[in-house]
């Protein structure tokens, strides 16, 4: 079983719609959980990181379920520039790395 | 906003030749990394850094590579005699703590021929 696991998508929403991605980490010492963002060709910038309780930032809702091992990654009113692939990472105790999933494609059609 | 910077942003090599890729982290962080993605894969990691030593790598991270930070402010790696398979996006990160969120910069894009 891969470490972290993404579906790869495409998703492809209309703008204003509400989408949602998950995440399944195998490691059950992973301890810090993170969504990036990664447009065509750039470097993956961060979205959120993900706590225990679930956070929002704006439009951006994240869960996290340890007893499942996944998390999951909620937007609301998608935008044209939402469109981008979206990343999850895991950080484990004891390491220093970052792995990541094969991301998630996410496309707004207008 | 501090980011990381990376130069240079394309290099094209030949087979068997060495290069460096240079980045400077945020100035007030203390741990760095090198990533990797090539073309349609996942971000692999590579090597993390600190207190002047490495503290990580993986099973990517052979002979043929080293990193350095040569001075107060950059961090190399370096690929010694390159390969075809070595072709990829190359992301330096930085982090504040080890647990804290890596920060990449905007890579630089290795081509071997």
């Known amino acids: 079983r891969k470490e972290v696991e993404q579906d790869p998508g495409p998703f492809n929403v209309p703008e204003g719609a509400t989408v949602a991605f998950n995440c399944t980490y195998s490691n059950s010492a992973s301890q810090s959980f993170f969504w990036y963002r990664q447009d065509c060709r750039k470097e993956p910038k961060l979205l959120m990181s993900v706590y225990s309780s679930g956070n929002e930032d704006g439009r951006f809702t994240a869960q996290l379920n340890r007893a499942s091992q996944y998390i999951s990654l909620l937007i609301r009113d998608s935008k044209l520039s939402d469109s981008a692939t979206y990343l999850c990472a895991v950080w484990r105790a004891g390491s220093y790395q970052l792995t990541f999933g094969k991301g998630t494609k996410l496309s707004v059609i207008p | 906003e501090p980011e990381v910077t990376q130069t240079p942003s394309h290099q094209v090599t030949q087979m068997g030749q060495e290069v460096i890729l240079r980045c400077v982290p945020i100035?007030?962080?203390?741990?760095f990394y090198w990533y990797r993605q090539i073309l349609g894969q996942k971000v692999e990691f590579l090597v993390s850094f600190y207190n002047n030593e490495i503290s990580e790598k993986s099973e990517i991270f052979d002979d043929q590579f080293s990193v350095e930070r040569p001075d107060g402010s950059n961090f190399t790696l370096k690929i010694r005699s390159t390969k075809l398979e070595d072709s990829a996006m190359y992301f330096c990160?930085?982090?504040?703590?080890?647990?804290?969120?890596?920060?990449f910069g905007p890579g630089t894009r290795l081509l071997v021929l």
């Open positions: 100035s007030n962080h203390l741990y």
């Open positions: 990160a930085s982090s504040e703590n080890r647990q804290e969120t890596q920060y």
